[in-house]
């Protein structure tokens, strides 16, 4: 799950809980714990806010 992985070592790699993540990308932590998990399919919107957020693109997220 090369989305899911890339999120979390994103977001430990920055020191950040779920919470700091969800909020800077204006997102519910819930959906973001998903993502993470791997238990959700990303709106393409969410996906958009969580590159800009890490400040990558959606293609480095999703390899």
Wanted: a positive charge; proline letters at 8%.
């Amino acid at each position: 799950m090369p989305l899911a992985d890339n999120v979390l070592r994103l977001r430990v790699t920055d020191g950040k809980t779920i919470e700091e993540v969800a909020d800077g990308a204006k997102l519910p932590p819930a959906l973001v714990a998903a993502i993470e998990g791997g238990r959700r399919s990303v709106p393409p919107k969410s996906l958009k806010a969580l590159a800009t957020y890490f400040g990558v693109s959606v293609e480095f997220l999703q390899r």
